[in-house]
Structures are given as C-alpha cells and as structure tokens.
C-alpha cells in the first residue's frame, strides 16, 4: 500500500476522453455509418472496431504529431474507410484513395477474412462530407455522469489541469458540459461552445495560457487546459507532460494555494524546481498506455480510474506494478469522496 496520501499532492494532472468523457461510445457510434458499409467491419464487435480505429490514428498522431485532432480523426475515418476497401477489393488497381495509405493487415483480425467476401454492402458511399463529419463528432461525445460533480469537489482541494489529446474548438462543447453538469446551449450560426467555454482569442495572458477559472463567471473547475494544440504532440509523447510543469512553475495562479491569490506574488518569488512540481502532481486517467506509463516514466505518482465496460480494459486488470498507478477507483466520484475522507469532511 502507498505510504503516500492523495491530500499530500496539490496537482491534479487530468485526461479528459475515457476518464471523464465516454468516447469509446461516441468514436463507436459515429463509426457506424462507416462501418455498415462493409460486410466485414459491419459483423465488428465494439471492441473490435475501437482497436481497428485505433491502429490507423495512433500511426498519423505518430507522423503528425502538429495536426488538429479534429482534422486527425477525418483524416484517420478516410483511411479507415480506403483499408476496408481495400480488404474488400473494391479498390482500383493502381487508385489513389487516400493520402496517408496503410497496409489493411494492420487492422484487427477481422479484417484477415475480409478478402473472403466478394462485395461490400450495396449501400450508397458517403458523401465528400463524411470524414469532416466524423472528425467534428467531438461534441456529441457524453461526459460520464459523475465527471461534473467530483471535478467541481475535487477543485476545492487541488489545481485541475486539462492535459488532452484534443483541439481547441473541439474540446469547447466537453468543456461547457464539464462545467455546467449538463450541455449548455449553442451559439450563433455555426452552434458552437458558449465564448465562456472556449478558449480566449485574442488571450490575453502573456504566456497564452488557458486559464478559465479566471474568466468572469466561468463555472469551470479546471485551473490550466493543455490541449495537443498547445503542445505540438499527443500522448502518450512526454513533451505534454512536460509543458504542465513548465506552465505550472511559471504561473503565479498555480503557484497559489487552489482558490487563493492572495499569496501569488510570494509563491513566484519562492518558484519550486520541475521536481518539487512533479512530487506535488497525481495524473488522473483512464488510459494505462497513454498516461500511466509516460507518468512512470517520469515518476509521478497517478490515480487509475478503471472505467468498468472500457473495450480498451485489460484482463486481466492491471495491478499496478507495470503501468506504475498507486491508486484505484472505479469512478472519478470514488477519488473524490477518498479526498474527503483524509480530509474528514466526508
């Protein structure tokens, strides 16, 4: 057992699409128009097409590491879309079907018996439109329902910060819910994210950081949002992670005890070392790969919330030895009344 406390840590480092959002649901869904097409992806189990998903976004987040998430799924859905075809032999000898060709045998093994059928469903293609679509599903992926409730409790005893494999516009809509516990209306002709949600443009911080508990009004219970926008890489890349302490050392805000300025000025004088900023830091996540294995390499203490019904679960569950996770809980409302009892205000 950990002979460290969660009180002792100041920091909470937080993924946000598996840990507080279920986007394994809404990547399977916006999927569906995709895969119905073809008879092979069609018999895919959730499992299966996520996996499937994943291979061929994981390779463009590897060699694009600079590309808006957004476009990054549209790009990742039309070469998706090429391998089935492919798979299926509905691909043109010689045919150029998409920029970022892959080879079909690196998708699931469902696709190993893909060349068996002789036609892919008789179904119209998607219009030129269907990628894009698929990249801004963002906003319709639902929070899970104790995300709200436990960020705004836990921001009452730590610093919350938003480090996400996710674009700015994007990350507007989960924002606003994660605020608000339920989804605010949209604005204007385009519907998007309240301007309270979104990032400020122009910013004002002179570092152009994202700081929305500072924002008049702002519900949100997060103190720093890092997208990949801001940090040029997707995790499970260390740059990201880096980039957090970075920010962290040089933000007086952050600096300040959470709720508190009045001591911000002394707090910058007194700036801690990048490992005073580590030791005071739990990441918070879902992702074994994505976030507790770059966090052990670091050497941060992180708190696994083991998603019950995740496909991307190991089974066995992990028991912490290989991915380095100090703490379990099956909800994020499991670590937040765990604070309150160290705390005794439970």
Do not use: C
Not at 271 to 288: M, Y
């Amino acid at each position: 057992m950990s002979t460290y406390k969660l009180t002792d840590h100041k920091y909470l480092i937080f993924d946000v699409y598996g840990t507080l959002a279920d986007w394994e649901t809404g990547l399977y869904n916006a999927l569906q128009p995709l895969l119905s097409r073809f008879r092979s992806a069609s018999q895919w189990s959730r499992s299966e097409a996520i996996h499937a998903f994943l291979s061929v976004e994981s390779d463009i987040q590897a060699q694009h590491p600079s590309m808006m998430y957004s476009d990054l799924l549209a790009k990742a859905h039309e070469v998706l879309e090429a391998r089935l075809k492919a798979g299926e032999g509905e691909t043109e000898e010689g045919a150029e079907t998409t920029t970022l060709e892959g080879d079909p045998a690196s998708l699931s093994a469902a696709l190993d018996t893909a060349g068996e059928a002789s036609t892919s469903s008789s179904q119209p293609a998607p219009s030129p439109n269907a990628h894009t679509i698929f990249g801004n599903s963002i906003k319709e992926w639902a929070a899970f329902p104790d995300s709200s409730q436990a960020l705004h409790d836990l921001s009452k005893h730590f610093h919350l910060i938003v480090l996400s494999n996710v674009d700015h516009a994007s990350f507007a809509y989960t924002h606003g819910y994660l605020s608000e516990g339920s989804s605010p209306p949209l604005v204007g002709d385009e519907k998007q994210a309240p301007s309270l949600y979104r990032r400020p443009s122009p910013n004002a911080h002179p570092k152009d950081f994202w700081l929305p508990r500072q924002s008049p009004d702002s519900k949100s219970p997060f103190s720093l949002i890092l997208t990949a926008q801001d940090t040029g890489a997707y995790k499970p890349a260390l740059s990201g992670f880096l980039a957090a302490f970075e920010a962290i050392r040089s933000e007086p805000t952050l600096l300040a005890a959470p709720g508190e300025s009045r001591d911000a000025e002394a707090a910058a004088s007194a700036k801690p070392t990048i490992d005073e900023i580590k030791s005071k830091t739990l990441v918070v996540a879902q992702s074994l790969t994505h976030d507790h294995e770059p966090a052990k390499r670091l050497g941060i203490r992180s708190v696994w919330i083991d998603r019950q019904g995740a496909a991307l679960r190991p089974t066995p569950p992990s028991d912490g030895k290989e991915f380095g996770w100090k703490w379990r809980f099956e909800t994020l409302e499991g670590l937040a009344r765990a604070v309150e009892e160290e705390l005794g205000t439970a």
